[in-house]
Nanobody, 123 residues
Framework: QVQLVESGGGLVQAGGSLRLSCAAS????????MGWYRQAPGKQRDLVAT???????YYADSVKGRFTISRDNAKNTVYLQMNSLKAEDTAVYYC?????????????????WGQGTQVTVSS
C-alpha cells in the first residue's frame, strides 16, 4: 500500500522558520496533486497549499508570501517552507496526495493522508 510520512514539525518562536517534509512510499506509479493542510485545536482542517504535477501552486491567503510549497518528483516528496511564523500558524500539519497505485487488480488513483506533524509557534 501507500504511506505518507511527515517530518520537520516542532516548536519555534514567532518570526522563525520551519521546513516540513512528506515522503510517499509504496507501490506508486504516479503522484498528481500534493498538498498541505492544517488543523488547529477545535477548528476544521484547512487547506494551506497545493502543488500539482505541473502548473501553478496554490496558497491560502493567510500564508501567501510566507510559505513556499515545492516537490521533488524523483523522491515522491513534498516540502513546505514556513517563514515569518506567527502564533496563529500553530496547528497539526497534514500532508495529502493523490497517488497512482499499482495493485493486483490494476492501477488506480486514491487520496492519502499523512499522520500529521505538530507545529507550535510561541509568541
Amino acid at each position: 500500500q501507500v504511506q505518507l510520512v511527515e517530518s520537520g514539525g516542532g516548536l519555534v518562536q514567532a518570526g522563525g522558520s520551519l521546513r516540513l517534509s512528506c515522503a510517499a512510499s509504496g507501490s506508486i506509479f504516479s503522484i498528481n496533486r500534493m498538498g498541505w493542510y492544517r488543523q488547529a485545536p477545535g477548528k476544521q482542517r484547512d487547506l494551506v497549499a497545493t502543488v500539482p504535477t505541473g502548473g501553478s501552486t496554490y496558497y491560502a491567503d493567510s500564508v501567501k508570501g510566507r510559505f513556499t510549497i515545492s516537490r521533488d518528483n524523483a523522491k515522491n516528496t513534498v516540502y513546505l517552507q514556513m517563514n515569518s511564523l506567527k502564533a496563529e500558524d500553530t496547528a497539526v500539519y497534514y500532508c495529502n496526495a493523490e497517488v497512482g497505485v499499482v495493485s493486483a487488480v490494476g492501477p488506480y488513483f486514491a487520496n492519502y493522508w499523512g499522520q500529521g506533524t505538530q507545529v507550535t509557534v510561541s509568541s
